[in-house]
T-cell receptor, first 112, second 112 residues
């Protein structure tokens, strides 16, 4: 069965510091991968999606970036965090038939 | 802008009752729909997906899809206090790498 790992679970970072969140998927190949952010009391906002290695699409302008160096690895990064980057970041995998979609455990990021 | 609409709630039902959660969507070509449960501070958990008109049952949960009315619902039978959570409705967005497009969620409270 497919599993999705995301780490770290929580992170407190100062403004201006870099960020690297990692997501890996097991039990599937060539998955579609996604990064979402959920701000406090708000819905899930799609940040990036990837349909293959080194194929990244951004949904919203921001100071975040994403990379997919391997088939089952998806990384969310920032060179300099802003206070507004605080939130709950979720990695997701959707199967090629669009019948199953699972999330990682999420990373609670607080920028101070 | 493709939208998924849900009443924010809270929806309060007594233990043992049927909880009915509703969702409408604006994109007529949407094919696949998902229901998630999200506990506070946790990542969304997949309850079920549906892509054919009619009902789909899984244990105490029944999803209903009406493509003509662009309406998806989730029924929870024999509601338990542990069902108290936010329920998220989502559609597949074919324009964003088949990402999930979420509603803002409905808060459900099951009272003992």
């Amino acid at each position: 069965s497919q599993t999705i790992h995301q780490w770290p679970a929580t992170l407190v970072q100062p403004v201006g510091s870099p960020l690297s969140l990692e997501c890996t998927v097991e039990g599937t190949s060539n998955p579609n991968l996604y990064w979402y952010r959920q701000a406090a009391g708000r819905g899930l906002q799609l940040l990036f999606y990837s349909i293959g290695i080194d194929q990244i699409s951004s949904e919203v302008p921001q100071n975040l970036s994403a990379s997919r160096p391997q088939d089952r690895q998806f990384i969310l990064s920032s060179k300099k965090l802003l206070l507004s980057d605080s939130g709950f970041y979720l990695c997701a995998w959707i199967d090629n038939l669009n019948t199953e979609a699972f999330f990682g455990q999420g990373t609670r990021l607080t920028v101070v | 802008q493709k939208e998924v609409e849900q009443n924010s709630g809270p929806l309060s039902v007594p233990e043992g009752a049927i909880a009915s959660l509703n969702c409408t969507y604006s994109d007529r070509v949407s094919q696949s729909f998902f229901w998630y449960r999200q506990y506070s501070g946790k990542s969304p958990e997949l309850i079920m997906s549906i892509y054919s008109n009619g009902d789909k049952e899984d244990g105490r949960f029944t999803a209903q899809l009406n493509k003509a009315s662009q309406y998806v619902s989730l029924l929870i039978r024999d509601s338990q206090p542990s069902d108290s959570a936010t329920y998220l409705c989502a559609e597949i967005n074919s324009n964003s790498g088949y990402a999930l497009n979420f509603g803002k969620g409905t808060s459900l409270l099951v009272t003992p």
